[in-house]
């Protein structure tokens, strides 16, 4: 038998228990993974944030999952064209800018084109 006491990566509590746990309770999982996760800086941050901000505005736009809308429509509600996070070229050679499953296609006249990934 391990007599070997095993402390909480967290808090540093004595765990009770199986001989794999790594955590004293929940709490302190959560506490760890949370930290672990986080976002490391600023930069990481506030790119992970204009990317959330253009997958909402997409997801508002465009509810049927396809529509056309205008550019200036897009950048009124505050969407960054900078910012995507795929890039698809069909065989017809249109460009689809996406964030996550909902993009974009700009078109002539200031247009683009919204779509959703099925």
Known sequence: MNTMIKSCLECGDKIIGREDKK????GCRNAFNNKMNKDQNNLMRNINNKLRKNYRILCELNPEGKTKITRNTMISKGFD?????SILKTKTGNTYYFMYDYGYMETENRHCVLVKKE
Do not use: K, Q, R
């Open 23 to 26: 955590f004293c309770g929940d």
């Open 81 to 85: 064209f900078d910012y995507c996070t």
